[in-house]
């Protein structure tokens, strides 16, 4: 049920299939207020020379990879790119590139080809050709610190050990001050080496849970760039929490 890298997400399950694509979740009497509320806090400029937003996935190129717990922000960019109706079909500054627009908004979808551990090279790149804000570079990233299918997402904060994520640092001056979607996949079981874990493909039952899981992050995503990143958080977060404590 995975995904090529760039191609088509036609094959992922029903509940993913059946998403409309996003409208503006305000119904105005005329457009400025749309406007007005993807230009929110975190919403990206002004007019038209807004800047767009970028969602970058991290995750390994080619077949050997696919399905595997490590590659879920290719996954979550999958998603994103066939619900906003936008194909992956540039290649630029190493990364696989789609442009196109949540309501009113531009958004660029990324996914670094460098392999993992070289993610910056590409990311780096990117931020500084496109002149994007640090706070509309939106990284999204699998955590082994976080149970499965949980999401987190965050203003800014560490590498916390992820090597894709210390490279982007790395690459952007040493800068932590840009968002993060962490995506759960768990503790290795027993004494497996987490290196060899995050190589491991994801169970039918797992990826049916992850389905759901990406579902919810690209709502999160079109959230944060209609409404703003706190209102995104907080949809993510809070509602997480409530679901892990029932």
């Known amino acids: 049920m995975r995904l090529l890298p760039g191609a088509s997400a036609s094959r992922l399950p029903s509940p993913l299939l059946s998403l409309p694509r ?5 119904v105005p009497a005329s457009s400025s207020a749309c406007r007005a509320a993807s230009s929110s806090p975190g919403g990206g400029g002004d007019g038209g020379a807004r800047k767009p937003w970028l969602f970058v996935g991290l995750g390994n190129p080619g077949k050997v990879y696919q ?26 500054f190493k990364a696989m590139v789609g442009k196109g627009r949540i309501g009113d908004a531009p958004i660029m979808l990324a996914k670094p080809q460098t ?5 910056g090279e590409s990311v780096g790149q990117l931020v500084s050709y496109f002149k994007i804000p640090l706070n509309q570079v ?9 149970p499965f299918a949980k999401l987190r997402l965050l203003p800014k904060g560490g590498h916390g050990g ?10 952007l001056k040493q800068s932590r001050d840009f968002p993060r979607l962490r995506i759960g996949i768990g503790r290795p079981p027993g004494k497996m080496d987490p ?7 994801f169970t039918k039952k797992e990826q049916e849970e992850l389905d759901f899981t990406f ?23 809070t509602a997480q929490s409530e679901m892990l404590n029932r």
């Open 162 to 171: 992820h090597n894709g994520m210390r490279s982007i640092v790395n690459h």
């Open 67 to 92: 399905g595997t717990r490590h590659n879920v922000g290719f996954e979550m960019i999958d998603v994103i790119a066939e619900a906003e109706g936008i194909s992956l079909s540039s290649m630029q």
């Open 115 to 119: 392999f993992m551990n070289a993610s």
């Open 195 to 201: 290196a060899n874990f995050v190589l491991r493909p």
């Open 22 to 26: 996003i409208r503006p979740r305000c």
């Open 138 to 146: 939106v990284v999204m990233y699998d955590d082994l610190d976080l």
């Open 215 to 237: 579902h919810r992050g690209l709502e999160a995503v079109r959230i944060m760039v209609l409404e703003g990143f706190n209102k995104s958080a907080t949809y993510v977060n």
